[in-house]
């Protein structure tokens, strides 16, 4: 027996699932994104994916200081990050241009840490970040845009499954 064909509704509800899922994050707090976006004057798609792009927990991901973003949101909870040589232990903190993150003084000699100056040689951050991989840090050069917001799912369904 064949599964039934989705309609666009369950086509539409299953990027916006696999998107929260990616992200890690509830549908109260998605949904807030999503309103962030639409407040912007432009294309709403583009504006929700620069907002997730933009959290710590995917940052600290996408610099190579974490395996997954799972592990990376757990490292800021547990207060391994910093932002501008301040303590941020907030997964859903939102980075701005010309931030600096990177892994506190106190934390560098802490066994999860092992091995992290190759990860981060190996991971290809993206143009929107220069990464260091000798002091364990980053910084925001600008917005995400064009190819950095490039993902697995499609947030154009996104935008028309909030639109109903």
């Known amino acids: 027996m064949r599964k039934p064909r989705l309609s666009s509704y369950g086509i539409q509800l299953r990027e916006k699932q696999k998107a929260k899922r990616l992200y890690n994050v509830m549908e109260r707090q998605f949904r807030r994104y999503f309103e962030m976006a639409t407040q912007k004057k432009g ?43 301040k303590r941020v232990n907030i997964p859903s903190y939102t980075v701005q241009i010309g931030e600096t993150i990177g892994i506190r003084e106190e934390k560098k000699s802490k066994n999860l840490l092992n091995g992290l100056q190759e990860r981060m040689q190996k991971t290809d951050s993206p143009r929107w970040i220069s990464a260091d991989s000798i002091t364990f840090s ?26 109903r």
């Open 43 to 85: 294309n709403t798609a583009d504006f929700l994916v620069q907002i997730l792009e933009r959290r710590l927990d995917n940052v600290v991901y996408r610099l190579g200081l974490a395996k997954t973003r799972r592990q990376a949101r757990q490292m800021v909870s547990h207060g391994f990050v910093s932002v501008n040589s």
């Open 138 to 163: 980053g910084k925001i050069t600008s917005l995400p845009e064009g190819e950095d917001l490039k993902s697995v799912f499609d947030p154009t369904l996104i935008v028309e499954f909030y639109s």
